[in-house]
């Protein structure tokens, strides 16, 4: 405990040491009417500043003499083009003319559903088309056969029959 206390008592000297060399560096770094070598500084600049030619915009001055460095009226540009233009851009076409009642009315609480199956569903379709098609042509293949067949025996037939 005591150690501690004695390494605050340290510490709070080292900072008055700190503290007391800060304010004489401060109290040299000034000159003798008391004010900083820099703030003295700015202060030559702006009444460097001060001493510009006087620009009368808005005053209408009686003196000959300030009547001189009167500026004269600066005339609006037209801005009517500009205005037009931004007119035009800001009124865009509609894009759309009609309303759809389909896309007003709520959706089915299964569209997610239905449209995640949708890829899938078009695959099998399409499967199902060419087994159908398969199909089909197996059976006029066995029809073609058995037509031929049919023929066959008619011309035997008919032979058989002169």
Do not use: C, F
């Not at 000959?64 to 004269?72: A, F, G, S, T, Y």
Request: charged share 45%; no cysteine.
């Amino acid at each position: 405990m005591e150690r501690n206390v004695g390494s605050l008592q340290e510490q709070a000297l080292k900072r008055k040491e700190r503290l007391k060399a800060l304010r004489e560096k401060q109290l040299h770094g000034q000159e003798e009417d008391g004010e900083p070598e820099r703030k003295k500084a700015s202060l030559e600049e702006e009444a460097s500043e001060r001493h510009r030619e006087l620009k009368l915009r808005n005053y209408t001055p009686e003196d000959e003499e300030l009547k001189e460095r009167q500026v004269p009226k600066a005339k609006p540009a037209s801005v009517e083009d500009k205005v037009k233009d931004q007119l035009e851009a800001a009124n865009p076409e509609p894009i759309i003319e009609e309303v759809d009642l389909a896309n007003l009315a709520p959706r089915k609480p299964d569209w997610d559903l239905k449209r995640d199956v949708a890829k899938k569903l078009e695959k099998l379709e399409r499967r199902t088309q060419r087994a159908i098609a398969e199909l089909i042509r197996d059976r006029l293949r066995g029809s073609e056969e058995e037509l031929a067949g049919v023929v066959g025996a008619v011309g035997v037939e008919e032979g058989d029959s002169d």
